[in-house]
């Protein structure tokens, strides 16, 4: 059970009172495994405060619910950054990008849940997609300048993101579905899939679609190149 006793913030500290709100909301949410716990209500009495304490930090219980699940936000940048750490190839260093978003979403699936798979009526990015979609963009566009990829890394960026996210979303909300029992190798795959999709394509002139057999072709040659080149 979350642990109710906190020492009484002093007069006027209100950045205290604020924190000790959101660490039982986080501990609260952990417990439970879903934002509706998160009531106004609830939180303020496990926090030992009254209900129009937290109103005066929190707006309502969605204001409340983003600002627990932006605590872990900052993590996402630093594991993006360690997952690249060492690799000097823009394009390994995508597919290094996508496998700790995918991951990173896993471990948080209640936090991904909430900032990333509501609708969003707000004129304005929310911060959250907004951090993910830079850290996508700055893989991206690394690969434009290295020639890998060609294009504006933007539009690039949101086709690599829509993959991630949609296997990440997937994954979350559709447990049920016959996944393989080997995630890391599925992850794996879907990332490989939308880069090596995405290299190709964006090679390709306009809105050309190869022939079966031309591609058949093409994709034997390529994979042969690579076996070569991987063996010296």
Same mark, same amino acid.
């Given at each position: 059970?979350?642990?109710?006793?906190?020492?009484?913030?002093?007069?006027?500290?209100?950045?205290?009172?604020?924190?000790?709100?959101?660490?039982?909301?986080?501990?609260?949410?952990?417990?439970?495994?879903?934002?509706?716990?998160?009531?106004?209500?609830?939180?303020?009495?496990?926090?030992?405060?009254?209900?129009?304490?937290?109103?005066?930090?929190?707006?309502?219980?969605?204001?409340?619910?983003?600002?627990?699940?932006?605590?872990?936000?900052?993590?996402?940048?630093?594991?993006?950054?360690?997952?690249?750490?060492?690799?000097?190839?823009?394009?390994?260093?995508?597919?290094?990008?996508?496998?700790?978003?995918?991951?990173?979403?896993?471990?948080?699936?209640?936090?991904? +849940? $909430?900032?990333?798979?509501?609708?969003?009526?707000?004129? /304005?990015? =929310?911060? %959250? #997609?907004?951090?993910?979609? !830079?850290?996508?963009?700055?893989?991206?566009?690394?690969?434009?300048?290295?020639?890998?990829?060609?294009?504006?890394?933007?539009?690039?960026?949101?086709?690599?993101?829509?993959?991630?996210?949609?296997?990440?979303?997937?994954?979350?909300?559709?447990?049920?579905?016959?996944?393989?029992?080997?995630?890391?190798?599925?992850?794996?795959?879907?990332? +490989? $899939?939308?880069?090596?999709?995405?290299?190709?394509?964006? /090679?390709? =002139?306009? %809105? #050309?679609?190869?022939?079966? !057999?031309?591609?058949?072709?093409?994709?034997?040659?390529?994979?042969?190149?690579?076996?070569?080149?991987?063996?010296?």
């Amino acid at each position: 059970m979350v642990n109710t006793k906190r020492a009484r913030a002093r007069p006027g500290d209100g950045a205290k009172l604020r924190e000790e709100i959101l660490r039982t909301a986080e501990r609260l949410l952990a417990e439970s495994g879903t934002e509706e716990a998160l009531t106004l209500r609830a939180v303020a009495k496990l926090a030992s405060v009254t209900t129009p304490s937290v109103y005066l930090h929190f707006s309502g219980k969605e204001a409340l619910v983003e600002a627990v699940c932006l605590r872990v936000w900052d993590e996402l940048g630093t594991r993006i950054r360690d997952a690249c750490e060492g690799t000097s190839d823009p394009f390994v260093t995508l597919g290094q990008c996508g496998r700790a978003y995918i991951h990173f979403a896993l471990e948080h699936p209640v936090q991904y +849940r $909430v900032l990333l798979m509501r609708p969003n009526d707000a004129e /304005a990015i =929310p911060p %959250a #997609a907004e951090a993910c979609f !830079r850290h996508m963009v700055g893989a991206v566009t690394a690969c434009v300048e290295n020639g890998v990829l060609k294009g504006d890394p933007e539009t690039l960026a949101l086709g690599m993101w829509s993959a991630m996210h949609g296997c990440a979303s997937l994954l979350i909300a559709q447990p049920a579905l016959p996944w393989p029992d080997d995630l890391e190798s599925f992850v794996n795959h879907i990332v +490989r $899939v939308a880069g090596f999709g995405s290299a190709l394509q964006s /090679a390709l =002139p306009g %809105a #050309a679609v190869p022939r079966s !057999r031309d591609l058949a072709a093409g994709m034997d040659g390529l994979a042969k190149t690579m076996r070569q080149r991987g063996a010296r």
